[in-house]
């Protein structure tokens, strides 16, 4: 392989890597977004908690500052929306195998170690 084609390969790997480390944190996100969201949805089934931890929504009512389960509507939009995650998760993984196929190619992994 060519010095051209192989700084080409490594410009293209850093640009894979970035835009699967966001996508990456997108999904997380979403996740995150999806388990609060459900505990939430449990919250309001237990009488128990109800009055300090129900779902609320930041730009409809007004709602107490220590409530994990504040949403923005439009959060919860996005969070239900079929096509977007799906679009989201298809993009992460061509993202994730071209990224593992050039690191092969190259010999090397860009993947962090905390």
Known sequence: MSTDQETDKLIRLRK?????????????????NMQNFSQGLRNELDDQYWSDHKI??????AIPEFN????NYKELETLFN???IKETLDGYRKLYTEKQDL????????????
Request: no cysteine.
């Open 82 to 84: 079929v096509a977007y």
């Open 16 to 32: 894979v890597t970035q835009e699967y480390d966001e996508k990456k944190r997108v999904i997380h996100q979403m996740w995150e």
């Open 56 to 61: 609320g929504f930041q730009d409809l009512e």
């Open 68 to 71: 994990q389960y504040r949403f």
């Open 103 to 114: 690191e092969k190619e190259l010999g090397f992994s860009m993947a962090r170690k905390p």
